[in-house]
């Protein structure tokens, strides 16, 4: 997933969150918020921090794996990440942990998708911060560009405040309020200036 070094400030948004417009088709990503973990001339992957899975907890996925249950103190929620590979667990983290298989996107987050790091949360050895997430949004090559100039997302500057806030209702409109845009003035039609 290496974009070749080009971080926000060139044309890939790798690091940054993708805000869902009112407009977006597809009622998978309807008012998401999307941390963007690769973005290069390859295509696109990033997770769905804003919509947790109701029917699997932390200790139900660790039972699946046949793992010991945690003895986390607080909660561990379970986010769908995104429509692709449903089944396959990904944890967007603070940098303070690392693995072999870590892959760091930038000097606030990096992601992690072994087993290693869901035992280091089960036995509170992980990450400072973390986000579990089922699933990933993946682009093909060119097809984010599209969706971003037909109007279909807005793109903000990530923070570990609002990614990893558990706080889920109303992360959509802090999102869109971090760009200085009152929500209810996003318009949910479509169009060119």
């Known amino acids: ?6 971080q926000a400030s060139g044309p890939y948004l790798e690091g940054q969150l993708l805000v869902a417009m009112p407009t977006m088709g597809d009622p998978r990503f309807a008012h998401s918020v999307i941390y963007m973990c690769a973005h290069s ?11 947790l899975l109701e029917s699997l907890s932390f200790s139900d996925l660790l039972e699946q794996l046949d793992l010991e249950p945690a003895s986390v103190n607080k909660p561990i929620p379970v986010h769908f990440g995104g429509p692709v ?15 072999e298989a870590t892959m760091q996107v930038d000097d606030a987050f990096a992601l992690t998708a ?4 869901l035992k ?3 036995e509170g050895r992980g990450p ?8 990933y949004a993946g682009w093909a090559p060119g097809q984010l560009d599209r969706e971003i100039q037909e109007n279909g997302w807005l793109t903000v500057p ?3 405040e609002l990614v990893f806030d558990q706080a889920q209702d109303g992360k959509w409109e802090r999102a869109v309020g971090r760009l200085g845009i009152d929500p209810g003035n996003l318009s949910g039609v479509a169009g060119r200036a």
């Open 85 to 99: 590979e449903a089944a396959r667990g990904f944890v967007l983290h603070s940098t303070d942990y690392t693995h």
């Open 128 to 135: 400072r911060l973390s986000m579990l997430a089922l699933g």
């Open 1 to 6: 997933m290496d974009t070749g070094g080009e």
């Open 158 to 160: 990530a923070d570990e």
């Open 114 to 117: 072994t087993i290693d790091v």
């Open 41 to 51: 001339e390859d295509g696109a992957m990033g997770l769905v921090v804003n919509k």
């Open 120 to 122: 280091a949360m089960a």
